[in-house]
């Protein structure tokens, strides 16, 4: 017996995403062999992507609606960095260029994934490429907002790193994608604008 096997699936749900439910049989360390039932959602790739102005040490970020967080009493409205799901046989980069005209309003230059991350592995198969990028606000061309067509109500944020940095301290600021690509962008020294 291999160390997993699936003995059944049953779709639970078709919505958005489909919900599936796992009858598998795992493998112990001590040789013993367990029955678990798991339900995970079925989400697929991801990505998203952290814009930072090098030259005025700025970031752009999003704030939108998230139902899961108004349930948990931190929503309505959650700031988070642009993403979107990886579809139609696109590749992660194409995507999310393409969410950042969206929601953005604005082109990315020197797009670099920096990381890929499961969100939340004990229940949602989504793989998410996380991405940093370069904006230079000239390339600005629209307000950005999202497709209203797919219920998106998207504010665009500029601000200095250190500003969103502080609003993760403050806890203003909890998606775990945008904690990390914050996070790196300080790792990476790239909290400050030009000298003075």
Request: proline residues 7%.
């Amino acid at each position: 017996m291999s160390e997993v096997e699936i003995e059944a699936v049953e779709t639970l749900s078709e919505g958005w995403r489909p919900l599936r439910q796992y009858r598998l049989r795992q493998m112990r360390k001590d040789g013993r062999r367990q029955s678990l039932v798991r339900e995970v959602y079925a989400m697929g790739p991801a990505a998203a992507v952290l814009p930072h102005d090098p030259h005025r040490g700025t970031v752009l970020l999003i704030r939108q609606f998230r139902l899961p967080a108004l349930l948990s009493g931190d929503g309505p409205r959650l700031v988070e960095a642009c993403a979107g799901l990886v579809e139609n046989g696109k590749d992660a980069a194409t995507t999310i260029r393409e969410e950042a005209e969206q929601e953005l309003g604005c082109g990315l230059d020197a797009l670099r994934e920096v990381m890929v991350v499961y969100s939340s592995p004990g229940v949602v198969a989504e793989k998410v490429h996380l991405f940093t990028a370069v904006y230079d606000p000239s390339r600005r061309h629209g307000p950005g907002g999202g497709l209203p067509e797919e219920g998106e109500e998207i504010e665009v944020l500029e601000l200095p790193l250190a500003e969103a940095w502080a609003m993760v301290e403050r806890r203003e600021i909890m998606d775990a994608k945008t904690v990390l690509l914050l996070q790196h962008l300080k790792l990476q020294g790239c909290t400050n604008g030009p000298d003075p």
